[in-house]
C-alpha cells in the first residue's frame, strides 16, 4: 500500500495492494479500531459535510479504512446512507485530483500524484475522450452514462452540440463526469455480503449511524412542494383528507408534518384541510403550529415508515419503499432523481392557475 493508495481507495491498484497484503477484515474490524473509527468518519462527514474528510496520516488506516466504510453502509443498507456516502467518496476524488493537478503545476511536492490522464485509464474512458485545442469530447455512449446523474438542464443531450458521435465538454465538466464515474466504482456492488463475524464485531457502529440517520434533518435544504413525488402514505392520507374521510389523530398528526416538515406554511396547509368537514378552522391551525414549535418547545418530524406500519398508516408501498426508512427519505430520494422539468412546485402552479382565471 502506498499513499497514492490512501488518496483514491478506490483504485484497482489499492484493491490489488490489499489483497496482496492478505487483510483479514474480521482481524481488522476486530482488532484496529483506529481504522474503523476512520470508516466511521468518511461516513459520518458524507452526511454532513458531503465530503469523507482529510485522510489520516498512517496509509495502512487510511487504504484500510475504505474497505470498511463501504461495509458499513452495506450493513446498514439505507438508500440515502449509500448515496449520500458514495457521492461524497466522490466528491473528495475530484477535490484531490484538483489538489493534485494544481500540485504538477507548481511542482511543490514530489508525492505522487493521479492526472487526469491515469483516471481516463483507470475507468477504460481513454478511447471515448479526446483533448481538443478547446478543451475535450467525449462519445456519446460515455456521456449519457456519466451525464445522465448530473443536474441541470445544460447536462442534457437535446442542449449539447453533437458531431460525429461526440459531445464537446470543458476540462470542468469532464472532471464532473469523472466524479461519476467515481460514484459508480464506489457503489459498485453495495451492499455487499458480509460474513457474520464481520457485521457482530460492527454491530455499535451500527447502531451509531442508524441513529444518525434517524436523527438527521433529510428535508434541511429543501423547500419544494411536488405531490406527485409524495411517499405513497402520504399521498393517501392527503387524498383522504381532501375526500373529506376521518383520519384518526396519529394519521393527521403523520401528514401535517409531513407537510410543515417539506415548506408549507400554516396557512397553506390549513387551506389543504378546509375541504374536510372534521378539520376546524381553529383546531387545525393550533394543532400544526404546535407541530412546526411555533406554540411548543418541540419542532415535531413526521414519524418514521416503522411507526406508520405500525398504526397502519403505511399504504401502496412501491420499490422505492423497500429502500427507505422514513417518509422524508423517500421524499429527498424521489426529488433527487426527479428531472429539473418535474420539479414544478405546488405553490407556483396555483399561482398560474390563480393569473389565468
Known amino acids: 500500500m502506498e499513499s497514492l493508495h490512501a488518496r483514491y481507495p478506490f483504485l484497482r491498484s489499492a484493491r490489488e495492494a490489499v489483497a496482496a497484503a492478505e487483510v483479514d477484515l474480521a482481524e481488522v474490524v476486530g482488532g484496529e479500531r483506529t481504522v474503523v473509527e476512520r470508516a466511521m468518519e468518511r461516513i459520518e462527514l458524507a452526511l454532513e459535510e458531503g465530503v469523507v474528510g482529510e485522510q489520516h496520516r498512517r496509509v495502512r488506516v487510511e487504504v484500510l479504512s475504505y474497505p470498511v466504510a463501504r461495509v458499513l453502509v452495506s450493513l446498514v443498507d439505507e438508500h440515502v446512507l449509500t448515496r449520500k456516502y458514495t457521492r461524497a467518496e466522490a466528491r473528495t476524488a475530484r477535490q484531490r485530483l484538483e489538489a493534485d493537478r494544481q500540485g504538477s503545476a507548481l511542482k511543490s511536492s514530489r508525492r505522487r500524484r493521479l492526472g487526469l490522464s491515469d483516471l481516463l485509464a483507470e475507468f477504460d474512458l481513454s478511447e471515448t475522450v479526446r483533448e ?76 451509531r449511524l442508524r441513529e444518525r440517520l434517524a436523527d438527521l434533518d433529510l428535508m434541511r435544504d429543501i423547500d419544494t412542494v411536488v405531490p406527485e413525488m409524495f411517499p405513497p402514505c402520504m399521498t393517501y392520507l392527503l387524498d383522504q383528507i ?53 406554540t411548543s418547545s418541540t419542532d415535531y418530524s413526521p414519524p418514521s415508515c416503522a411507526t406508520m406500519q405500525s398504526y397502519g398508516d403505511c399504504v401502496n408501498m412501491d420499490d422505492r419503499c423497500e429502500t427507505i426508512s422514513h417518509p422524508l427519505s423517500y421524499y429527498g430520494d424521489a426529488l433527487d432523481d426527479a428531472d429539473e422539468d418535474e420539479l414544478v412546485d405546488w405553490r407556483e402552479r396555483q399561482t398560474e392557475a390563480g393569473e389565468s382565471d
Open 132 to 207: 481538443t485545442p478547446d478543451g475535450y469530447h467525449v462519445g456519446v455512449g460515455t456521456y449519457l452514462r456519466l451525464a445522465a446523474d448530473q443536474f441541470g438542464d445544460e447536462w442534457r443531450l437535446v442542449n449539447r452540440e453533437l458531431a460525429d458521435g461526440e459531445v464537446p465538454v470543458t476540462e470542468a465538466e469532464l472532471l464532473s463526469l469523472v466524479g461519476e464515474a467515481v460514484r459508480q466504482r464506489v457503489d459498485d456492488g453495495l451492499p455487499l455480503p458480509v460474513p457474520d463475524p464481520v457485521a457482530t464485531e460492527l454491530d455499535d457502529e451500527q447502531g
Open 242 to 294: 381532501q375526500k373529506g374521510e376521518h383520519l384518526e389523530h396519529h394519521s393527521r398528526f403523520a401528514i401535517a408534518s409531513f407537510l410543515t416538515s417539506i415548506g408549507l406554511s400554516t396557512d397553506e396547509i390549513v387551506d389543504l384541510f378546509q375541504v374536510n368537514p372534521g378539520f376546524g378552522e381553529d383546531v387545525t391551525r393550533y394543532q400544526v403550529d404546535h407541530i412546526r414549535g411555533a
